[in-house]
């Protein structure tokens, strides 16, 4: 909304935005981030959800009226905003210690020590680019800061990330500020965060671990390449805790999973790369933002026929209100993403089930009543009338939905097989399946090539001498 206000305001047109008192420092903090930093809000007490018709009456009345007249015939007051300093501005000078401690105080860091990023190694990191560094890849939202190739490399220093990983942050960086994401939903109330997966030669390249522990911490490319993105979310989008980043509880970065594409390749099936169009033996990264995940062990069978019980009723027991971006807020935009261990997805093959086959038979089966579905979206999503049958008939959902009025009748997670997001990895041994719950259109899957520099094996050599 306070999009809209800015709009109205630049326009002439006076606005006041109704905010939870609890957002308060996420309106002031956006406001500064869209230009506009006395953008006129009205508090509202406490949480509407939590307070009777007739305590949410009073408290409109007594205090979130007067505000909202008061900004409309009083100009806003003028703020000044707090000049930053240039892209390559010595920000500070001293030892490790000093450094780090300068960056704590500033919300520059995570809390862990970050490495300086002097001149020299973020320099290092943009001779593994042919691209300038002064070029931007987008505006990010919610602070509308430039995404430089220069600010990409400052960012891998401060996370650890060696010289030769820049083209992979420069691809991540571009489906960051690809819009079909929203990265400006990146601290919202779930604290959904990001999942990473790599495909290409540059995984064996760059010795990403891509077999047992492949979403633990301790392999230096996973590793520093996850962290940072949460840096970069927070240094150049603008992320903070308490301020733009109002997840309830939130959860850390996590490792850049990247895909055993020696099995894939085994068992004929494609990798994940290939589910958005790009061939397979492209490099190429893949983002998308989950709400919390799953391990499921000990998944048994010696068919797949045997093993998708397991599978699909993990999977169903995974989505509770996420399922409003099936039918409600981002109409046809949940995209499950599994993890399968190699042997799982070995004995899935063996069976002679392609990879279209398990997403069609996870469509199939993965579902559940109708009755059940709709109570979830009107209990858990606030929605008090909600009908399949009037949604399919006013022509806003598949047919799938509504294949009679049978309030039993099993309804698919999302709309179509190909929704289903499938990657392998993980130990080679270990009869395990990994399920993400979606964000939806607030995270929604993007992915991108990753570009290496024309002399990128002689770089590498250069390094590795």
Known sequence: MLRASAAGEAAGVPSSTLVCEGFLPLATAASVGLGMPNLPVARVIGHPGLQSSEQLRKNTLEVTLQHVIDNLLEAPRAVKGDAEPGPRDVIVKGGFDAVNEYFCQHELSDGLPIVPPTREKVEALLRFTDRDPGESLGSLLPDSRAATLWSIAVNGVMAGCRPEYMPVLVALIEAMADHAYGVEHSGNTPGGETLIVLNGPIIKELGFNYTQGVMRDGFVPNTSVGRF?????????????????????????????????????????????????????????????????????????????????????????????????????????????????????????????????????????????????????????????????????????????????????????VWKPEDFLVTVTGDLTRNSVYIFAHNGVLGFPVAKRIQLPKDWQKLRQKRES
């Open 229 to 413: 993105w949460r840096l970069y979310l927070r240094n150049v989008a603008g992320f903070l805790p308490h301020k733009n980043d109002k997840a309830t509880f939130g959860n850390t970065w996590r490792v850049v999973v990247a895909e055993n594409e020696d099995v894939v390749k085994k068992i004929g099936w494609t990798p994940t790369s290939a589910d958005f169009g790009f061939p397979a033996g492209e490099n190429t990264v893949m983002i998308s933002r989950h709400t919390g995940g799953n391990h499921i062990s000990s998944v048994s069978g010696a068919t797949a026929a045997e093993l998708m019980p397991y599978v699909c009723d993990a999977l169903v027991r995974q989505y509770s209100w996420q399922l409003m971006f099936t039918v409600g807020q981002g109409m046809g935009t949940l995209r499950p993403q599994l993890l399968l261990s190699p042997i799982i997805a070995e004995t899935i093959a063996a069976s002679g089930w392609s990879k279209a086959d398990l997403r069609r038979h996870l469509f199939e089966h993965a579902r559940l009543p109708a009755r059940e579905f709709e109570r979830i979206l009107r209990d858990w999503t606030q929605k008090p009338i909600w009908s399949l049958k009037e949604e399919h008939e006013a022509g806003r959902i598949p047919g799938v939905f509504h294949a009679s009025d049978d309030p039993e009748r099993l309804v698919p997670l």
